[in-house]
Every structure is written in structure tokens, then in C-alpha cells.
């Protein structure tokens, strides 16, 4: 699923909007996760806090005409990379957001589809990617150890 520039820019406001929330006050709150809830037929984009109240939402009228089976792993590549690219220009930095907390995509019925971006300054989430070569270099380093 390929979105225009203005649907991914609306995104990326809805999600500012939503996390300004956290921008004000002097206490940290404590949130374990924040929900995006994207509905493929209504086009809307929903985020909540934990206690499910609505933080922002907005519509993208692209997600209404996509006629795919996989909208929610085509939205999660989407919007995983969306927020890492956030976190990598430093939009979450401010939030008054005492870590660790996730960006979780969930579905209608708010089951948890996918953790899209962890916010941990020790934790660091293993993907595909992180595991790649891992077998051989165990293997390797095993083989080394042994030898010895």
C-alpha cells in the first residue's frame, strides 16, 4: 500500500497531535501503551490512551479504496516506520511519558496487532533484521570456545 505525501504528512500531524498531549505538565504520566487503531473501511485513524480515551483522530481516504487482505500488515510496515522515523528526529523527546511505553496497532475489537515502536532507553526491540547472521556467529563463537 503506497500513500501520497499529504496522507502520510496527515498521519504523522494525527500522531503529533495525539502525543502533545503528554507535552504539558510538570509530572510524568505512566502509560504503558498508545493505540492506533486504523479502520480500512471508514478510512479513520484512531488513537487512544490506555484507558481509551481518544487522543486524535483523523481519516485517510486511500485506506478506503485499498481492497487488499493484508491491510494491517500493510498499515503496520506504514506506520512502524513512520514512528521510528519520528523518534529518529526526536519528536518524542519531550513527552512527559515515564519510559518504557509502546505504540501498539490494534484492531476493531482493540486486540493488540503489533508492537510498532518501543520508547525504552535500555530495551531494544529483536527483528528480522538484528537476527540476521546470528546462527553462524553462535555457531562460530562455539566452534572457537570448544577448540580451546
Do not use: M, N, R
Given at each position: 500500500m503506497k500513500l501520497s505525501q499529504s496522507s502520510v504528512t496527515l498521519l504523522e500531524d494525527t500522531i503529533k497531535k495525539a502525543v502533545s498531549k503528554y507535552t504539558t505538565g510538570e509530572?510524568?504520566?505512566?502509560?504503558?501503551?498508545i493505540h492506533l487503531q486504523p479502520d480500512q473501511n471508514s478510512g479513520e485513524l484512531s488513537i487512544?490512551?490506555?484507558?481509551?480515551?481518544?487522543?486524535?483522530?483523523?481519516?485517510?481516504?486511500?485506506?478506503?479504496?485499498?481492497?487488499?487482505d493484508d491491510f494491517y500488515k500493510n498499515t503496520e510496515s506504514l506506520l512502524s516506520s513512520l514512528l521510528n522515523q519520528m523518534n529518529n528526529e526526536?519528536?518524542?523527546d519531550k513527552l512527559n511519558?515515564?519510559?518504557?511505553?509502546?505504540f501498539v496497532l490494534v484492531d476493531e475489537d482493540k486486540e493488540t496487532i503489533a508492537e510498532l515502536l518501543l520508547m525504552d532507553d535500555d530495551t531494544l526491540l529483536v527483528n528480522d533484521e538484528l537476527l540476521k547472521g546470528l546462527d553462524e556467529e553462535l555457531d562460530t563463537f562455539l566452534k572457537d570456545l570448544l577448540e580451546k
Open positions: 509530572e510524568q504520566t505512566y502509560v504503558t501503551d487512544f490512551d490506555d484507558d481509551d480515551q481518544e487522543l486524535a483522530c483523523s481519516t485517510i481516504e486511500e485506506w478506503t479504496a485499498y481492497e487488499g526526536g519528536c518524542f511519558i515515564l519510559k518504557p511505553y509502546s
